[in-house]
């Protein structure tokens, strides 16, 4: 029966065609989660590196929930140039949640993307974890599940052509500079790449730690651009000669955001970690219950996991993919945590009861 709805899955896959761009391709997910755990204080790099396996094969499990057509794609971009959001910085745009759904409306937010919201949803899932991790070892693949999948949504914050409504360069004459930027230059010039990240300190406040990798990759992406025009010379032939004028005149810039995304990984597994009053993690390995391998049609790339969550409290993020037991597909934002030091905020309905009659 499982095989059978494995098999049926992965058909459904093979329909939808190739997975829609990622940000920095699986490789760079993966080199920016691996690279992130040699920045953890000791406290927590024992644990990271006795899961590392698991834990950057996971930093990608965000695209493959969109690769399987679920609806996670608005949670991996925000796109700044929009009229709507104004100029940069985009003040028009709030940074609260709720504020931002009662000013644009949950359709509009959809459409324009819900990263740093979605980010802080995960780091609250995380710290949650690691506060679990105190009562009881049970909780550990929770932390293996959530550090990467909070992580993915930083590192998406940190490329330039998340941040922006120009994100495929379609508004310019630079069409499929995504993945050209994102996974090819990666997959062809990793070896060449130097990446310095900082050493990294404790974030806390995830929602305005992804505005502002976000406004930072937004202020590149007119570099990108230009370079990939230069590199392309009006041609449309993405030969070897395009991609090492192309790595050339970005390489700077690459290197920074991906060691940037490194620092930051690192600082919000931290923050998260140190709000939920630094438990002891321990150094040993955890295999994920009910864990199993889906293997990819394409290129002999892995494709997906289970994972049943240990705990499965409310909240959790359920992965389902072709194996679940429970047949709940759910990867929707259910819960935007805020950061917990800001003040309590009132729901929508409370703000609307409170609004003077007009
Ligand atoms: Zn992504």
Not at 45 to 57: C, D, L, Q, S, Y
Not at 136 to 146: E, N
Not at 193 to 214: M, Q, S
């Amino acid at each position: 029966m499982r095989t059978v709805r494995i098999a049926a899955l992965m058909a459904a896959i093979a329909l939808i065609g190739p997975p829609p761009a990622a940000a920095w391709g699986y490789v760079g997910h993966r080199l920016i989660m691996s690279r992130a755990i040699e920045l953890l204080p000791a406290g927590l790099k024992t644990f990271f590196t006795a899961n590392r396996g698991e834990i950057v094969a996971r930093a990608i499990d965000p695209d493959l929930w969109r690769a399987a057509g679920w609806e996670d794609d608005p949670h991996h971009y925000l796109n700044f140039g929009v009229r709507e959001f104004g100029e940069y910085p985009f003040t028009a745009l709030p940074h609260e949640y709720g504020a931002a759904v009662e000013k644009f409306g949950m359709a509009a937010l959809k459409r324009d993307g819900l990263l740093p919201w979605r980010l802080a949803e995960e780091f609250g899932n995380l710290r949650r974890a690691f506060e679990a991790l105190k009562r009881s070892a049970t909780a550990a693949p929770d932390v293996i599940l959530f550090a990467p999948v909070m992580g993915h949504y930083i590192q998406d914050a940190h490329q330039p052509l998340h941040a922006t409504n120009n994100y495929d360069g379609q508004l310019t004459g630079n069409s499929g500079v995504h993945a050209r930027f994102e996974r090819d230059l990666i997959e062809r010039f990793q070896s060449r790449l130097v990446l310095k990240p900082a050493r990294a300190r404790a974030l806390t406040n995830p929602r305005e730690a992804g505005f502002d990798a976000l406004l930072s990759s937004y202020r590149l992406v007119a570099a990108v651009l230009k370079a990939d025009s230069e590199a392309s010379g009006g041609r449309n032939t993405y030969d070897d000669a395009y991609y090492e004028k192309f790595f050339t005149r970005t390489k700077a810039v690459l290197e920074e955001r991906l060691a940037d995304a490194i620092t930051v990984t690192a600082g919000l597994i931290i923050g998260a970690w140190e709000q939920a009053g630094r438990p002891a993690a321990g150094n040993s390995e955890f295999g994920i219950p009910n864990s199993e391998f889906v293997r990819s049609f394409q290129n002999s790339e892995f494709f997906s996991r289970d994972h049943l969550s240990a705990s499965d409290r409310s909240g959790a993020v359920r992965v389902v993919l072709g194996t679940s037991r429970r047949g709940v597909v759910d990867c929707a934002p259910r819960r935007m945590d805020e950061a917990p030091a800001a003040p309590a905020r009132r729901t929508l309905a409370q703000r609307r009861s409170r609004r003077p009659a007009q």
